[in-house]
């Protein structure tokens, strides 16, 4: 409570947690007053490892790599990188995004 008339909700470090609707209630003899505030907190994606299935795989061998998003908010965007340059569909080489999250 600061003073008389003010009361202050302190969050110190927000969280996806803390997303919702806080109401502050003010109220006496007369009676009593509300206001209502909503929160949206953004939550950055998380990844699940990826992986070829095995540490070699031999030229000419089919080779598949799965990105899922197990955490975060939508929308998502994907982009494919090799050696730091984003990866364009070219023959044999083919991107593809299945439903919002891989």
């Not at 919702?20 to 699940?48: D, F, H, Q």
């Not at 992986?51 to 598949?64: A, R, S």
Request: aromatic fraction near 6%; include cysteine; hydrophobic fraction near 30%.
């Amino acid at each position: 409570m600061v003073g008389t008339r003010t009361s202050i909700l302190i969050i110190s470090s927000v969280g996806y947690r803390h997303s919702g609707i806080y109401t502050c209630k003010a109220e006496n003899p007369a009676g009593s007053a509300t206001y209502s505030a909503e929160l949206k907190v953004n939550e950055p994606p998380s990844v699940l490892p990826i992986t070829f299935g095995q540490d070699i795989v031999n030229e000419d061998d089919f080779g598949q790599l799965v990105c899922t998003v197990i955490r975060g908010d939508e929308p998502l965007d994907f982009t494919w990188h090799l050696h730091g340059d984003v990866v364009s569909s070219e023959p044999g080489l083919t991107t593809s995004q299945l439903g919002s999250r891989t």
